[in-house]
């Protein structure tokens, strides 16, 4: 009699991408799953939620949770509650993979982030992100110095999110760190947050590609309806809230055209993730109110 082979066990667990507004967070998200489920922007404070991203390989399931960027003092009472909301989350993860720009490795900001894992007690790694900005002869004193100032990381790794260099790297580093237990989610999902959900953050990431610099902070984007139509295309509805009229006017553009181009950006990145086509209906609504709105119905469901 031959003894039957033991059922491989799986691993799952959760892994919080953590830094400072810009690091490249979101970006890291998307590089693993190789597509855009996050929003990213140059402009810093795109996420205002975390936003879970699933990676099934193998025996192994990890819920990748891409967070707020980290403020050293936030001032708005969003800000503030999302601020709170961040470090209740580290409290909750397995795994914390802390991203820096290496550009800004250093400076001010980031120190309060070294601070506050100094002190963690699970496994905590280094992303230094976005080296194809940098020279590799600059890299090896940057290594040095982490190791030698803050020595508790059990993996630094470099790798650009941008150009998706060295992901396998760290995908296989943070392995070793998930416990061992069933998977949370199942194996094709792709996220844990309803794509409507979803759907909203790539509207609010083509407005603010699109729009003057003051405008994305004085919005919020949330899902009205969603329809799956026979064929198999989606009829979505999404409000854009914003607190004053001359927004809504700015949104709109000159004779609808630049609502329309944000719709058309965020209807193609859509079709992309879905895979089969989207109709997208975009309408400006205002109310001064809207951020409290928001902070009473998280996750960005419409008020
Ligand atoms: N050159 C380069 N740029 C990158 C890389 N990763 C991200 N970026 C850029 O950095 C900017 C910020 O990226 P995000 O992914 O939105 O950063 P984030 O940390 O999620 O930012 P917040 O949500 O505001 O906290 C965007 O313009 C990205 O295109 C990288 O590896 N190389
Ligand atoms: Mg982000």
Redesign the pocket.
Known sequence: MTDAPLPCPTQSGIVLFL?V????????LNAILGLKL?A???K????RFCITGVHTEGTTQMILM?A??MMQSPQSLMEKTIQTHLKQTLATVDVVVA?VDVNTAFHDRERQLYTLLARETKPVLLVL??I??IKKTDLLPMLARYQQETPFWKAIIPL????RQSIDRLLSEIKPCLPTGPWLCAEDDLSTLPMSFLATEATREQIYKHLHDEVPYHLNVTAESWETKRDGSAIVRQIVWVDQDRYRRILLGHKGQMLKTIGEGARQTLARVLGHPVHLFLTVMVDPEWTKQMLLTPGGTAP
């Open positions: 830094g507004p810009n690091a490249g967070k979101s970006s890291l996050a990213v922007s140059h810093p404070n795109m996420t891409d707020p960027g991203v992100n976005k194809d900005t650009s999110a941008q150009k």
